[in-house]
């Protein structure tokens, strides 16, 4: 006799959109937990090391907003999926180098860290007093975290918390750069709820010099709950969503 039932292999996808609105489930909790409501907060999927197929089916699932760590795999992904109209965002260390063509794609950079990457990634043309005969410059801005360095290792990216202030100052003043807050990643062997309330500490100083710099760009796939409760305006979310990445755990 025939089965009256079969189970059907369950696709990749299908496992992509349960995760992903685990995940959402994961984030409305704990907003409501903090008395926050989670439409106050961005979700930005880290697809690093992941094909752009699964890109695609994540904006299927009504993902907007994608971070990436390296340059060149961002600059690819970007012209490769331009016509999905997304939103991307740099999280990882920029090359001075690099820093210009990282804007072209990127509309929010969270990793900031150092004087000569503001001044690298500024926008002389706003200042310029060149005669041009073209028509208005590109000129848009960028908008940009200040990553924060919660370790003593300066390998790790990010501003020690005693060069804060300065580096505010730098970026409040270079053209074409909007200081949106701070972002920092928890350093192992801390409880991430500690680090990011520091965070958090840092974050009151700064919108003392900067009251527009409301966003906090904090919390990964082990620890955003502990982000939000402290306050997290922007999520980085990778393989809680993704699954594990192809290579590079
Ligand atoms: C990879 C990465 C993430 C996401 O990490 P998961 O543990 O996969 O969620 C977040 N922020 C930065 C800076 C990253 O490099």
Redesign the pocket.
């Known amino acids: 006799m025939t089965p009256t039932t079969w189970t059907s292999p369950i696709s990749s996808s299908e496992n992509l959109s349960d995760r992903l609105e685990s995940v959402r489930a994961g984030i409305t909790d704990a907003a409501a937990s903090a008395g926050r409501s989670a439409e106050s907060i961005t979700t930005v999927v880290?697809t690093?090391f992941q094909p752009a197929s699964l890109i695609i089916d994540l904006a299927h699932l009504g993902v907007r907003d994608f971070?990436e760590?390296r340059h060149q795999e961002a600059q690819a992904k970007a012209a490769e999926l331009a016509d999905l109209g997304l939103t991307w965002h740099f999280?990882?260390q920029v090359q001075g180098k690099k820093a210009r063509a990282v804007r072209t794609y990127a509309s929010v950079i969270?990793?900031v860290d150092r004087t000569s990457l503001v001044n690298a990634l500024s926008s002389p043309a706003l200042t310029s007093s060149a005669p041009s005969s073209s028509a208005a410059p590109e000129v848009s801005g960028v908008d940009c975290f200040i990553q924060v360095n919660l370790t003593d290792d300066p390998a790790r990216g990010g501003v020690a918390p005693a060069g804060l202030e300065p580096l505010v100052d730098d970026v409040l003043s270079a053209p074409g750069l909007r200081l949106l807050g701070l972002m920092a990643?928890a350093p192992l062997g801390e409880e991430p709820r500690r680090a990011f309330a520091r965070v958090r500490a840092l974050h009151e100083g700064l919108r003392r010099m900067a009251p527009g710099a409301t966003a906090l760009s904090m919390g990964?796939?082990?620890d955003y709950r502990d982000a939000i409760l402290e306050g997290a305006t922007h999520l980085?979310?990778?393989?809680?969503?993704?699954g594990n990445?192809p290579d590079h755990g």
């Open positions: 880290i690093k971070g760590n999280v990882g969270h990793s990643v990964m796939s082990g980085r979310i990778g393989t809680a969503i993704t990445r």
